[in-house]
């Protein structure tokens, strides 16, 4: 998998980031939301594939990329399908502070340091090209007015901007109504895509321990118990925050 192109973790994590205060909107869905990315760019490399609403390991070659290397590694050591509600609910500490410090290695973001109450130390992060996210964004409001289906690539991100609430972001107030409801539309465009939005969708409702509905199975062949809830795995490729003193800094997203 080359490095050329943007994943959609990145893409999603730079839709989020405010140009003008340097912070990411929905933090709290946006960790969920990158986790979802993760495993549609997963998918889309041809690693895993939907079973149900489960994601199962197809092919177990490494991407190039080590974050989602690790995410495909951490699924292929469950040994059977996963559940996508339980993956993106999984613990995810420090997932979004991982992709930023990759975009700030790339040179698409870099760090601005401050303080907190002018006291605690914090770090931002502002956009060194913001050309870039016009053009992330420009693929959604091309999808959202002219109609057409969108690329997989572009339906993906656009289920998950609305998933995680990025939608009064992109298009605020009553005059972007139209456009946060075309963006929910969009969620149908892709299958994997739609299945990761639902999945992030159900942990920010708490429904994470209720499976979605299943087709009734095959006549002769008994439906499989509720499969157990298998023990989260601490998150890997995490970078320490920096301490400065007895005082941590603090990033600010």
Same mark, same amino acid.
Request: glycine content about 10%; charged content about 20%; some cysteine.
């Given at each position: ?205 708490? $429904?994470?321990?209720?499976? #979605?509905? @299943? +087709?009734? !199975? /095959?006549? %002769?062949?008994? &439906? $499989?118990?509720?499969?157990? #809830?298998? @023990? +989260?795995? !601490? /998150?890997? %490729?995490?970078? &320490? ?6 005082? @941590? ?5």
């Amino acid at each position: 998998m080359g490095r050329s192109r943007r994943t959609l973790p990145e893409e999603l994590l730079l839709l989020a980031l405010d140009p003008t205060t340097g912070t990411t909107a929905q933090p709290q869905s946006l960790d969920l939301g990158l986790a979802g990315a993760q495993l549609v760019e997963l998918a889309l490399a041809g690693r895993i594939a939907p079973d149900g609403d489960r994601i199962a390991v197809v092919a177990p070659r490494p991407t190039g990329d080590p974050t989602l290397d690790c995410a495909l590694e951490l699924l292929r050591r469950r040994g059977a399908p996963v559940r996508a509600v339980n993956w993106i609910g999984g613990p995810r500490l420090g997932l979004r502070q991982t992709y930023l410090s990759h975009l700030e290695r790339c040179g698409m973001v870099h760090a601005v340091e401050g303080q907190m109450c002018g006291v605690l130390p914090t770090t931002r992060y502002q956009a060194t090209d913001t050309a870039i996210s016009r053009e992330i964004k420009a693929r959604l409001d091309s999808a959202i007015r002219t109609g057409v289906p969108p690329d997989p690539r572009t339906a993906a991100l656009a289920a998950l901007a609305h998933a995680v609430g990025l939608g009064k972001h992109l298009y605020p107030g009553n005059e972007g109504r139209s456009s946060r409801s075309r963006l929910r539309d969009l969620i149908r465009h892709d299958p994997m895509g739609g299945l990761v939005a639902h999945a992030v969708m159900d942990v920010q409702n708490g $429904a994470a321990a209720q499976p #979605r509905r @299943a +087709p009734a !199975p /095959a006549a %002769g062949r008994q &439906a $499989a118990g509720p499969a157990a #809830r298998p @023990a +989260p795995e !601490p /998150a890997r %490729g995490v970078p &320490a925050q920096p301490r400065h003193g007895s005082m @941590a800094r603090a990033a600010v997203h």
